[in-house]
């Protein structure tokens, strides 16, 4: 298994649901407002494999002092693979030193 990771920011509704839906988040039922939500965090890392979305950690900061994760998805089948803690350390590279 290679997980590619990225923080490309062209994530498509079909993926994202595919995500969210797999593990029963009640966001996925506002698809609209997810997906604009996860292009209007300060940051999103994504997990792939091959063309499937399978893990998004995203953060909300206000670039200075504070930093939230608010989001941190792994799709069940590929959930204890280390993915959702490369997710976050990824994630926190960005935010050193932040509350």
């Known amino acids: 298994m290679t ?3 990225s923080e490309r920011r062209d994530l498509e509704l079909k993926d994202i649901l595919y995500l969210y839906e797999a593990n029963n988040w009640e966001s996925a039922k506002r698809p609209t407002e997810l ?4 292009l209007n965090s300060r940051q999103v ?3 792939w494999d091959g063309g499937y979305l399978v893990g998004l950690g995203n ?3 206000d670039g200075y002092l504070v930093v939230y994760y608010p989001h941190l998805l792994v799709h069940p089948d590929y959930q204890g693979r280390g993915i959702g803690g ?3 350390k990824r994630l926190q590279a ?3 030193g932040f509350h």
């Open 86 to 88: 490369e997710i976050l």
């Open 59 to 61: 953060a909300i900061s």
């Open 35 to 38: 997906q604009a939500a996860l």
């Open 94 to 96: 960005h935010y050193k």
């Open 45 to 47: 890392v994504t997990a």
């Open 3 to 5: 997980i590619l990771y």
